[in-house]
């Protein structure tokens, strides 16, 4: 039988105290990173997202959401992958001090993760699971135990089935592994999801974006909505598959400089010092390695 014409699994399975019965549908989750409210609204009046205008004025579900706090990528999509808030799963920051070995270090590995994510227990009920992501720093927090499909966008060429799931994706995709400072990143991995699910390989999708975009461009400049133009496009051959499709952003975004173009930055171990005196450390939760993101 040809696996693309298999009905997905529908046995129901719980994960950190909630049940999930997923319908015989294809179902892609899609975390739009960094994608404040004002880059859909810009986009939308511009007439640059005809499929998402379509599925609003059909009675799509829109409304704003409080995000896990630190509002951070890492944070957000461990929220988003368990189900549960940062107190559950244990993903406090991107970056923080070690209690017990007193280093600063990011919080890339599942080693921290307190909890298993709905996308294992997915595989475990049947489901044929893939989780894609642009930054390979999430794919090991993210994969954590999942018996399926986990790639990253950033290091597409060096997925095998031994070790991802997979191998060939960027025959399947029909593009090269694309460059992480830039707007292909993203559209790489909503074009695997569809890819993905086209050829029968997953049926039940994680698809996770990188916000380089919204943090070099304003909701307003044609590089951004040339960006949410093209990520309408892939949603709508997402739902041309048959895919039931849910999408969220981790976090939104706002101005890091001061209108004289300044960074808008407090300098709170100094100015703890000056209060307190030495023997103050304050560590940067937000340190990532993706330095053009955040610089």
Known sequence: MDSSKTAPAT?????????????????????????????????????????????????????????????????????????????????????????????????NSPSYLRCGT?????????????????????????????????????????????????????????EPVPEIYSAAASLFVLKAGAALIEHGKADFLYLSLTDYMQHKFRPEDPESLDFYGAIDSELGRLLELGAIVGATA?????????PAGEPNVIYLESLLQQELGNGVKVILPITDPYVLHHG
Not at 157 to 170: F, L, N, P, W, Y
């Open 250 to 258: 981790d976090h939104g975004m706002n101005a890091k400089q001061t």
């Open 11 to 107: 046995k129901e399975f719980s994960v950190n105290g909630r049940t999930y019965r997923p319908p015989a549908r294809p179902l892609a989750v899609i975390c739009i990173d960094g994608c404040a409210d004002e880059y859909l609204d810009v986009s939308l009046v511009q007439g640059r997202m005809p499929v998402l205008a379509r599925l609003l004025a059909a009675g799509a579900y829109r409304a704003m959401a409080r995000g896990a706090l630190p509002s951070f990528t890492n944070v957000n999509n461990s929220s988003i992958a368990t189900g549960t808030p940062p107190s559950v799963h244990g993903i406090s920051g991107n970056f923080f001090l070690d209690p017990e070995s007193g280093e600063e270090v990011m919080m």
């Open 118 to 174: 709905i996308l294992a227990a997915a595989a475990n009920a049947g489901r044929k699971v893939a989780m894609v992501t642009a930054k390979e720093k999430l794919r090991d927090i993210l994969s954590h135990e999942l018996e399926g499909i986990a790639f990253s966008a950033e290091k597409a060429d060096q997925a095998e089935e031994g070790t991802h799931g997979i191998s060939g994706v960027e025959a399947l995709v029909g």
